[in-house]
């Protein structure tokens, strides 16, 4: 067996995600072979994630077209280099979230929100318990509780909203954070405790 | 108005994962992805600078060759330097501590009658004083072949040479005694005497013929004292010194202004 899958093996603990990274792997090495356009199918798998990594940490919309295009371009680029060491998705969140980073501290100064519309879809039934509650109408306050989340995740640090992000938005696990942000397990567990600490002082009025 | 107390905790993470729903439209990523094909083709299409490519020439596997390369650039300079240092004369010691171990024994070995007021020589030793300064400047060389010999001295060692040399002509036996024979370096007489010249003049003297030589220099010529110095101090100068008790308590004695200067 080869050295890189044992390794990768030894990262990857959960089926699923071994059986994708498996399977994206065949992918990249189809496109090392020479089949370029096989880089579509990881551009349409992974395009949505990359975009909500992204656009959480800058909640700007058009930055996050940009950097998440730079983001594929760049993983494009250095397929070569790309040897199995890690599952696919994390090299590329990796590749995504560096990028991200690299613009973030750039254009520190330069930051305001152009948010997204929320999709209506299950999990924000208790929007409208809050909505009532309130005696607000129901899209207002749903803008409002976004406006203010959004501001809360910009007031935390560069390393803490990317750690808050992979871990409660895209469900990435510990080990998977430590992997893309290049630190220990106990750096993200510290990271993710303190961002909800914080974010809890923040959003205090929306929480019950 | 519905009852508040049946309905679920509100929490951070609920809060949070009210981001996931902030999805662009599906028509969003038609236009993403035709925008995406334009600048790859771009990037395709794009020359990139040929430090950019030096990642990709280090990852292919060329570690092999480089390595090896070095390893054998490594074992050449090795061999060649330690061929070099082979071929030299092993370094010996000139003024081991073996040596002057080896000397302190042999006087204190010297029999008590040697307690009168000749000169008591030590036994024969490796004329080894003079060669410290002649050899050292070689054999620097041979240890640092990559330098240049130094031929410059440094003020200091300039100053204390001429201070011996000075020392050696005005009061020869004075220096000898003082330095016991074994401080000859600067000095240009004990190099051109002969190697059992040099013996005796590295050899150790007694308490008793320490004594007799001071004797000697004040009852000669060596110590002048001042004209207007009264002849009482001289006297008692000498009576002092001759004393067996005050001769065996000095460890060297000097001239320094005129003066005598005993060190205890």
């Given amino acids: 067996m080869n050295l890189s899958r044992v390794f990768t093996r030894t990262i990857v603990t959960s089926p699923e995600r071994q059986q994708e990274a498996d399977t994206d792997f065949a992918i990249v090495k189809r496109v090392q072979g020479g089949d370029v356009a096989a880089f579509d199918q990881l551009i349409r798998k992974y395009r949505e994630r990359v975009f909500g990594v992204v656009y959480n940490l800058t909640a700007n919309r058009e930055d996050t077209a940009d950097l998440t295009q730079d983001a594929f371009i760049k993983a494009f680029q250095a397929i070569n280099r790309f040897h199995g060491q890690s599952s696919f998705f994390t090299w590329l969140y990796k590749i995504a979230v560096n990028t991200t980073l690299s613009h973030l501290r750039k254009n520190r100064l330069r930051s305001f929100f152009s948010l997204e519309q929320i999709q209506e879809d299950s999990g924000t039934q208790f929007v409208d318990e809050l909505a009532d509650k309130n005696g607000i109408n129901r899209d207002v306050y749903l803008r409002e509780l976004q406006e203010k989340l959004n501001e809360a995740m910009q007031k935390l640090s560069i390393k803490h909203r990317t750690v808050i992000t992979l871990f409660e938005i895209d469900g990435l696990s510990h080990a998977e954070i430590a992997q893309v942000m290049d630190c220990s397990e106990g750096t993200v567990r510290s990271r993710v405790h303190y961002a909800k600490q914080f974010l809890q002082g923040e959003l205090a009025k929306y929480l019950r | ?145 990559w330098s240049a010999p130094r031929t410059e ?105 005129g003066g005598v200067s005993l060190k205890f």
């Fill in chain 2, 1 to 145: 108005m519905p009852n508040l107390d049946h309905r679920s905790k509100v929490t951070i993470e609920d809060l949070l994962h009210l981001k996931r729903a902030e999805r662009p439209p599906a028509e969003f990523w038609n236009r993403f992805e035709s925008e995406l094909r334009q600048k790859q083709l771009a990037a395709l299409l794009q020359r990139r600078p040929w430090w950019q490519g030096l990642p990709n020439l280090l990852t292919r596997r060329v570690y092999l060759p480089i390595g090896a390369t070095a390893m054998v650039a490594f074992t050449l300079v090795s061999v060649k330097y330690y061929s070099a240092t082979q071929q030299a004369p092993a370094f010996e010691p000139i003024v081991s501590h073996a040596a002057h171990l080896q000397t302190a024994a042999r006087v204190q070995a010297a029999p008590a009658a040697a307690r009168s007021d000749e000169v008591v020589h030590a036994p024969t030793v490796e004329p080894t004083v003079a060669t410290l300064s002649d050899r050292l400047p070689d054999r620097a060389s041979e240890l640092t072949p």
């Fill in chain 2, 153 to 257: 001295q440094t003020p200091s060692a300039k100053s204390i040479a001429a201070s011996i040399a000075q020392l050696e002509v005005s009061e020869p036996d004075l220096a000898n005694v003082a330095y016991g024979g074994t401080f000859a370096v600067a000095g240009s007489r004990f190099r051109h005497q002969d190697p059992a010249a040099m013996v005796e003049t590295a050899s150790v003297t007694t308490s008793a013929s320490r004594r007799s030589r001071m004797l000697a220099q004040l009852d000669d010529r060596r110590f002048a004292p001042e004209p207007q110095a009264p002849e009482l101090v001289r006297e008692r100068l000498v009576r002092r010194l001759a004393e067996t008790d005050f001769n065996d308590s000095y460890s060297r004695v000097g001239l320094e202004r």
